[in-house]
T-cell receptor, first 114, second 113 residues
Framework: AQSVAQPEDQVNVAEGNPLTVKCTYS??????LFWYVQYPNRGLQFLLK????DNLVKGSYGFEAEFNKSQTSFHLKKPSALVSDSALYFC????WGGGNKLTFGTGTQLKVEL | NAGVTQTPKFQVLKTGQSMTLQCAQD?????MYWYRQDPGMGLRLIYY???????DKGEVPNGYNVSRLNKREFSLRLESAAPSQTSVYFC????????????FGEGSRLTVL
């Protein structure tokens, strides 16, 4: 069975500082990895994905994520946080051969303060 | 381009009542999904439809039924609502190949008293 762990319920960071939201996964075969963001009372929005190729993936709004196969991690990063980045972030994984079933983590609330 | 549209946005039911959540997408996607979101539990897959005419159970299918009416529409039915089904429900769609991202609706907040 595939699974995702987001070990931090909440991450606090000052505006202008770098941010990291952690994600580790467990899946059979090669993983397809995704990050989504959810603003209050809205649906989830796609940020970025790793399918194959370069381990550093760049996505929307200046976010990037690094795929680390040996550590089974896919941490979300941004060099300089904005107050508007405050939201709920979800990591998700789909295993090869797992069809279209995407498994989500429990989410990490990011709070960026002035 | 509306994307994924869900109705209703809010609903309050009494225990034992039935209702149907409607979902439609205009992106010509083959696959559609129903998730529920509960605090501290992330999103859990209820049912999905890989293509028109097929449906499969997800992680938490008990108490729900689905219908893939056509390529655009995928409905979720609660036959006899229970308080444990109080949740926010999200419909999503994607391309079939497994590498495509999901596009989500705005959600339907359901309260069962």
């Amino acid at each position: 069975a595939q699974s995702v762990a987001q070990p931090e319920d909440q991450v606090n960071v000052a505006e202008g500082n770098p941010l990291t939201v952690k994600c580790t996964y467990s899946v059979s075969g090669n993983p397809y990895l995704f990050w989504y963001v959810q603003y209050p009372n809205r649906g989830l929005q796609f940020l970025l994905k790793y399918i194959t190729g370069d381990n550093l993936v760049k996505g929307s709004y200046g976010f990037e994520a690094e795929f680390n196969k040996s550590q089974t991690s896919f941490h979300l990063k941004k060099p300089s946080a904005l107050v508007s980045d405050s939201a709920l972030y979800f990591c998700a994984v789909r295993g090869w051969g797992g069809g279209n079933k995407l498994t989500f983590g429990t989410g990490t609330q990011l709070k960026v303060e002035l | 381009n509306a994307g994924v549209t869900q109705t209703p946005k809010f609903q309050v039911l009494k225990t034992g009542q039935s209702m149907t959540l409607q979902c439609a997408q205009d992106m010509n996607h083959n696959s559609m999904y129903w998730y529920r979101q509960d605090p501290g539990m992330g999103l859990r897959l209820i049912y999905y439809s890989a293509s028109e005419g097929t449906t499969d159970k997800g992680e938490v299918p008990n108490g729900y039924n689905v219908s893939r009416l056509n390529k655009r529409e995928f409905s979720l039915r609660l036959e006899s609502a229970a308080p444990s089904q109080t949740s926010v429900y999200f419909c999503a769609s994607s391309e079939t190949d497994g590498t495509g991202e999901l596009f989500f609706g705005e959600g339907s907040r359901l309260t069962v008293l």
